[in-house]
């Protein structure tokens, strides 16, 4: 399974679209369920419950948007078309799921998806106009690294081990390289092409 924070700009959601005009709204969909095509969400705010009532007539501009309620704690209900969601409709195909919350801020959605593997992740992504992958965890990536040579395998596998990877890193390439009793130019070529053979197998692209 692969875990994958994502953001995107969809033009028409009404999420993008209205904290794209109102810059400093943040909405997050803390929870939701769909019923025979219509998702009815929970819309977590950082606006008073007043100003939220005042978007009541923006946020039905959106044909697809069939019900705004602002509610005493101060959070919205909404119940949208979920057919004229692109995104949902992608993710509903790939098998994929969300997990809450949603948040759009600034004109973006931002999201947390659960893919079964990478070829689905790739299904969502190559339909996407404006997309960035923030974060990719939990990854479950099984690798056949007979492709490395031994020289690149040992430079990545030092690599990791020393901390190079790391934020901040624990160690440089001087370091590195000495370790290996090579050039800082011939260490970093190993490991380079080491990187590429990983992201390209794990990608599937060149």
Same mark, same amino acid.
């Given at each position: 399974?692969?875990?994958?924070?994502?953001?995107?700009?969809? *033009?028409?959601?009404?999420? @993008?679209?209205?904290?794209?005009?109102? *810059?400093?709204?943040?909405?997050?969909?803390?929870?939701?369920?769909?019923?025979?095509?219509?998702?009815?969400?929970?819309?977590?705010?950082?606006?008073?419950?007043?100003?939220?009532?005042?978007?009541?007539?923006?946020?039905?501009?959106?044909?697809?948007?069939?019900?705004?309620?602002?509610?005493?704690?101060?959070?919205?209900?909404? &119940?949208?078309?979920?057919?004229?969601?692109?995104?949902?409709?992608?993710?509903?195909?790939?098998?994929?799921?969300?997990?809450?919350?949603? /948040?759009?801020?600034?004109? /973006?959605?931002? @999201?947390?998806?659960?893919?079964?593997?990478?070829?689905?992740?790739?299904?969502?992504?190559?339909? !996407?106009?404006?997309?960035?992958?923030?974060?990719?965890?939990?990854?479950?990536?099984?690798?056949?690294?007979?492709? !490395?040579?031994?020289?690149?395998?040992?430079?990545?596998?030092? &690599?990791?081990? /020393?901390?190079?990877?790391?934020?901040?890193?624990?160690?440089?390439?001087?370091?590195?390289?000495?370790?290996?009793?090579?050039?800082?130019?011939?260490? !970093?070529?190993?490991?380079?092409? &080491?990187?590429?053979?990983?992201?390209?197998?794990?990608?599937?692209?060149?």
């Amino acid at each position: 399974m692969i875990e994958v924070e994502l953001s995107v700009s969809i *033009q028409g959601n009404y999420g @993008c679209d209205i904290t794209n005009r109102h *810059q400093d709204l943040i909405l997050e969909v803390v929870s939701g369920y769909n019923e025979e095509g219509t998702v009815s969400g929970l819309l977590k705010t950082n606006y008073p419950p007043e100003e939220l009532q005042n978007l009541r007539e923006e946020f039905l501009t959106f044909p697809y948007v069939k019900e705004y309620e602002v509610l005493e704690s101060g959070y919205v209900r909404i &119940a949208v078309d979920s057919s004229d969601f692109p995104l949902s409709q992608l993710i509903h195909t790939a098998g994929a799921f969300y997990i809450y919350p949603i /948040r759009f801020q600034k004109g /973006r959605e931002l @999201c947390t998806l659960i893919f079964e593997n990478k070829k689905r992740l790739q299904s969502v992504l190559q339909h !996407l106009e404006d997309w960035k992958i923030i974060r990719i965890g939990n990854v479950n990536l099984q690798f056949d690294l007979e492709d !490395l040579t031994p020289q690149q395998l040992k430079a990545v596998n030092l &690599a990791i081990e /020393r901390g190079y990877f790391e934020i901040p890193k624990k160690v440089n390439l001087e370091e590195l390289s000495t370790q290996m009793k090579l050039s800082r130019t011939t260490f !970093l070529e190993h490991l380079r092409k &080491a990187e590429k053979k990983i992201l390209s197998r794990y990608f599937e692209m060149d």
